[in-house]
């Protein structure tokens, strides 16, 4: 898949410049070296592609992963999180959903049945 979208990826920069050049400059200073390693940031990155459901982002941060030295022990505890955050939040979004429809509920007034 990386290689599927590289060539659709050099199209976006073609034809959007200034906003991939600042969209590059965003992921250098993101992945760069700082108190957290490039290889924690890539696992961090592979984590939050796979609870958002990005399948590129999947391909580029695995392939990332495994050049820094991620081991697939490191991976599969990622994982571990990924699908713990991916369904906590939809959890979360349950859960304001229904207090929503409890405090419109208790505001609007019920349709009369139709006959």
């Not at 590129?56 to 571990?80: D, L, N, P, Y």
Request: negative net charge.
């Amino acid at each position: 898949m990386a290689e599927q979208l590289t060539g659709a990826i050099k199209e976006m920069r073609l034809g959007s410049p200034e906003v991939t050049k600042a969209f590059s400059a965003m992921a250098r200073a993101a992945t760069a070296p700082g108190v957290i390693d490039v290889k924690t940031k890539e696992l961090i990155a592979l984590a939050i592609s796979v609870a958002i459901r990005c399948d590129g982002c999947v391909a580029f941060h695995s392939e990332a992963a495994v050049r820094q030295g991620a081991t697939r022990e490191e991976i599969m505890e990622v994982m571990g999180m990924a699908l713990y955050m991916g369904a906590g939040p939809s959890l979360m979004y349950a859960a304001q959903a229904i207090e929503a429809y409890d405090q419109f509920a208790a505001k609007i007034p019920a349709p009369e049945p139709k006959a």
